[in-house]
């Protein structure tokens, strides 16, 4: 799997919380501000308020406070060099339209009573009752003043005088709340973005979350459907950067390992099995073949000679023998397979043991034509602790190893004790056809054969060898070989000497 930088599952789940939290905050703020500084423009723009600020936005009041001391400063400069303008109706009328379109309406009073009502919907005697009494001054223009109506307005005063030379004053009217409406319209949109803010940030999060989550869990999802179809080639890569899923591919990864690996076991076992079955039957037909006829000749006493009988009764008791040793071999294969190969190991004296199983093997190497020689190269009676019958078993093994690739004409098998510090080295070399290199290192594998040709001079089930490196490692040993084409083998094996370990006898002094 590759390298990537990543993070535990919990720490993400955080980071989406602080981001679900900050981040809808932040671009509120952000667009709040953005908003509101429109929002502020086109107020001053559509009211004919110069300078607009952020406070109009919050206080309606002063929003239209702003609005009608505009609107009276405008009233006045038209009026200052016509003042009969405010005693004609034609353009009050027009001037009331030009302000109902911003909420407002134009209202005057003299001394008569109310000579102007730009109002809809408020009488001339609800105006008398609501606007202030008549100033005896006539040149400025009052503060704002809020008059109690269903509905707060607020009113902006300019005292003046008609042609006639009487005080009149004109007023002009807004209702507070509904003056400018688009503010609740703005607060309405303001809410409206926080939300959709809120949501975004939470679906975007939601989905970060999600998708870190379901791709790999995908990809684990279908390499469970090719493992389960038998493709344990399949290599999972989940591509998440989330620690626990990348725990959870890696720990798959291991596990496909470990089953194409027990897959392979298996099919090298049914390999091995079926390889171990085709040997045995073509060693074994061999000699069965051979019975068979000797056993013919016998019986149509073509053996008619004292001699011939001999030689024909001995074929058949080699051949017999030939059967037993594959069938030895086939019940030992069993046990190592299973691992439950019975050891019985005591102390033996390692020199007088070889020295036996010479004398044993000897006899019959020398009727097959070959001298098996002896050297004992050991400084002391050495002892190791073995298994006098699986030692045995080693020794022949190899020894009949050799025999089997024996070449030469005069065979030669030298058997070499030598000490090695605290092992025993056995060196058993014969002078036959010898070993390719690239073939040296596998002759000890389960099935191995230097000749695959399988010709029927060579028996054996292709074992032997892996046998003895099976026995001398369950010895704590060590077994190789080295070899030389056309001149012959050296197989090595070590074991491990005996050594008491002193006994300290403690002495009660007096003192």
């Known amino acids: 799997m590759k390298n990537r930088k990543s993070t535990h599952l919990k720490t993400r789940i955080g980071i989406a919380f602080f981001v679900i939290l900050l981040v809808p905050v932040v671009l509120a703020g952000i667009l709040y501000i953005c908003l509101a500084n429109y929002k502020v423009k086109e107020f001053g723009k559509k009211y004919g308020i110069e ?42 009328n027009s001037k009331n339209q030009e302000l109902e379109k911003q909420h407002c309406f134009i209202a005057i009073r003299n001394k008569e009573g109310i000579y102007y009502n730009g109002s809809t919907t408020i ?15 006539s040149g400025g223009s009052d503060s704002s003043i809020y008059i109690r109506t269903a509905d707060q307005a607020l009113i902006k005063r300019m005292d003046y005088q008609m042609s006639d030379g009487s005080n009149a004053s004109l007023f002009l009217i807004a209702g507070v709340n509904r003056a400018i409406p ?71 990864e291991d596990m496909r390992l470990r089953l194409k690996e027990s897959a392979e076991e298996k099919l090298e076992g049914d390999k091995e099995s079926k390889e171990l079955l085709s040997n045995i039957s073509h060693d074994l037909k061999t000699p ?21 009988m001999d030689r024909y009764v001995r074929t058949i008791y080699n051949k017999a023998s030939d059967m037993d040793n594959l069938i030895d071999e086939l019940t030992m294969y069993s046990k190592i397979d299973t691992n439950r190969i019975p050891y019985n190991f005591a102390r033996i004296h390692i020199a007088d043991y070889f020295e036996d199983c010479v004398e044993d093997i000897r006899i019959e190497l020398q009727e097959r034509g070959i001298d098996l020689i002896y050297f004992n190269y050991l400084h002391d009676d050495a002892v190791v602790i073995a298994d006098a019958e699986q030692l045995k078993r ?41 070993i390719d290199q690239n073939e040296l290192t596998r002759i000890f594998d389960r099935f191995y054969r230097t000749d695959q040709s399988r010709n029927s001079r060579i028996r054996g089930s292709g074992i032997g060898l892996s046998i003895v490196h099976k026995i001398i490692s369950d010895h704590e040993g060590k077994v190789w070989a080295t070899s030389k084409k056309g001149v012959g083998t050296v197989i090595y094996f070590v074991l491990r000497k005996y050594q008491e370990v002193p006994e300290t006898n403690e002495q009660d002094t007096d003192h």
């Not at 069965?288 to 011939?308: Q, R, S």
């Not at 024996?406 to 010898?434: A, H």
């Open 123 to 137: 009488s001339d005697e609800q105006l008398l009752d609501i606007l202030p009494a008549l100033s005896e001054s």
């Open 182 to 252: 688009e503010i609740k319209e703005w607060l309405i949109e303001v809410a409206v973005c926080i939300i959709l803010v809120l949501a975004l940030t939470c679906l975007i999060t939601s989905m970060w979350i999600y998708r870190s989550i379901d791709v790999p869990l995908r990809k684990v999802k279908n390499a469970t459907r090719q493992i389960r179809d038998g493709n344990l080639d399949y290599r999972l890569d989940t591509g998440s950067t989330i620690t626990e899923i990348t725990e959870l591919g890696e720990d798959f």
């Open 288 to 308: 069965i073949t051979a019975i068979k006829g000797y056993a013919l000749g016998l019986m149509d006493g073509v053996a008619n000679t004292p001699e011939k």
């Open 394 to 434: 080693v020794i022949n093994n190899i020894i009949s190893n050799s025999v089997k690739y024996m070449d030469k004409q005069r065979g030669v098998i030298n058997i070499r004790l030598r000490d090695v510090g605290d092992f025993v080295q056995v060196e058993i070399e014969d002078n036959g056809r010898g």
């Open 51 to 92: 300078n607009p600020t952020y406070e109009n936005l919050y206080d309606q009041s002063l929003m239209v406070s702003r609005l009608l001391d505009d609107k009276i400063q405008e009233i006045r400069t038209e009026t200052g060099s016509d003042p009969k303008k405010l005693e004609d109706n034609a353009w009050l």
